[in-house]
């Protein structure tokens, strides 16, 4: 644990941001990769802890994998080139990683032990390993495979018709991966859409994927081909200066290659509805990811209510919403958000229970919170939970604070976002 201190005085922030590369992403170039035949170049790879586990996950699977900067280059001879490993496969704090990952491996020739870090080892996994189960999958782990450490002996799959349960592009990548080695068309219907990086992705990689009306199909045995992948900027690691640029005084602040798919941009559309000086220009490079600039200013918002549908499209984002909310003049209600309870930590109760120490206005619900606002913030010593995201909220908040903000575990943040306080650097000087 690194404890840091964190002092600003109330600047007003300036300047211009590239945000480092998605991490849905950068996982999903590497899996693609591996799985593929042939050379795949990635650039604007997260240099995320999270995706370094995904990249030590498949080199111990035997595939080559080079890192030079941003730059990532997969060479693989197909997912049926794979060596079995001596090793325990080991997907630290990611939890992107460990259930895609079980999809991809109940379908291959290999036999894996598969496990996390503490957090990990606390977060659901039947949620994933039940449909796969459905497909044929051999997968065992404590309390009946609910959670890590896992082991799972690859096998032949049959496709299914699965009707999500909850919002979760984990587990929908999860199916559809394991889809790709199975016999039949799979099918994966959601109520809520999740973010669709897999499809997309499929898609760059020369598979064909049907989507329409929430109802995702996809034919067993089609093979993948290298490719080149951009990774957009994340919108998730965007969203703690985009609040930042909103509330602290005097403030106009750039951040370029935002990735703005329309199934990750609810932070946008809140902040719309908010009122926030806040301008996007769209990048029109035809990438299978959109881009785009977006300039956020010093801005007077009023409280909003976040529910429903527009839940998946902000998941990550709801620690730093409910910080953006103690500014905002009047009630936030944010609500339907129960999901957060399985994150790296139990995020509505970390969210709460920190903000309340800085001063906010600020009730659990059963699925979200309540926040009052506007409320002056101050100084105070914040526990993170290990969460990266509990961490950068605090740290944002220094920014508006009298006093001094402690947080007891500063490098989480590294899961995300390891240049993070280079950037509020940046736009602090
Ligand atoms: O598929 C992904 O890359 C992710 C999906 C979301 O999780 P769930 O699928 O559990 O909602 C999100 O919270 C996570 O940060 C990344
Ligand atoms: C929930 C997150 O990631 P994961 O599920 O991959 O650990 C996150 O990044 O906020």
């Known amino acids: ?74 060479d693989s001879a197909g997912m049926d080139a794979w060596q079995e490993s001596t090793e325990v496969l080991y997907t630290g704090n990611s939890g992107t990683t460990t259930r895609l990952m079980l999809g991809i491996l109940a379908g291959s020739n290999v036999h894996t032990v598969m496990t996390g870090d503490a957090s990990i080892g606390k977060r659901p996994m039947r949620r994933v390993i039940d449909p796969l189960r459905q497909m044929g999958a051999h ?16 096998t032949k799959l049959q496709a299914i018709d699965y009707q999500m349960p909850v919002a979760s592009a984990q587990v929908k990548s999860a199916i559809l991966l394991a889809g790709l080695r199975a016999e039949g068309t799979t099918i994966v219907r959601e109520s809520e859409v999740s973010r669709d990086h897999t499809e997309r992705m499929l898609r ?15 034919k067993g045995g089609q093979t993948l081909t290298g490719t080149h992948v951009s990774v957009p900027g994340d919108i998730s690691s965007a969203a703690f200066f985009l609040v930042a640029g909103a509330i602290c005084k005097g403030s106009r602040i750039v951040l370029e290659n935002v990735g703005v798919n329309p199934t990750r941009d609810g932070i946008i559309e809140v902040l719309q509805n908010m009122g926030a000086s806040m301008t996007l220009a769209h990048n029109d490079d035809g990438q299978a990811e959109p881009t785009a600039t977006i300039t956020i200013a010093t801005s007077t918002l009023k409280g909003t ?96 604070t009298d006093g001094a903000v402690t947080l007891d575990d500063a490098q989480c943040i590294a899961v995300s976002y390891p240049t993070f306080f280079e950037h509020v650097e940046t736009v602090t000087q």
């Not at 997968?139 to 690859?154: D, E, K, S």
């Not at 760059?204 to 996809?218: L, P």
């Open 139 to 154: 997968i065992t782990g404590r309390a009946n495979g609910q959670f890590t450490p896992l082991a799972i002996q690859g």
């Open 305 to 400: 209510t976040i529910e429903g549908d527009i839940i998946p499209r902000l998941i990550d984002e709801i620690p730093i919403l409910a910080l953006l909310a103690t500014q905002a003049h009047g009630k936030t209600i944010i609500k339907d958000a129960e999901e957060l309870k399985v994150k790296e930590t139990d995020r509505i109760t970390a969210v709460v229970d920190e903000l309340k120490k800085l001063g906010a206005t600020i009730e659990a619900t059963a699925d979200g919170m309540v926040i009052e606002g506007p409320t002056p913030l101050r100084g105070a010593s914040l526990k993170t939970y290990g969460d990266h995201r509990i961490g950068m909220m605090g740290a944002v908040a220094a920014l508006m």
């Open 1 to 74: 644990m690194s404890e840091k201190v964190l002092q600003y005085h109330k600047p007003s922030l300036q300047g211009i941001l590239t945000i480092p590369g998605d991490k849905s992403v950068s996982h999903r170039s590497v899996m693609f990769g591996s799985i593929a035949t042939g050379k795949t170049t990635v650039d604007g790879f997260l240099l995320g802890e999270d995706c370094l586990s995904t990249i030590d996950c498949f080199r111990k699977l035997g595939v080559k994998i080079d890192v030079d900067g941003t730059n990532v280059t997969i």
């Open 204 to 218: 760059q990689f020369g598979a064909q994927v049907d989507v329409a009306d929430g109802v995702v199909s996809f």
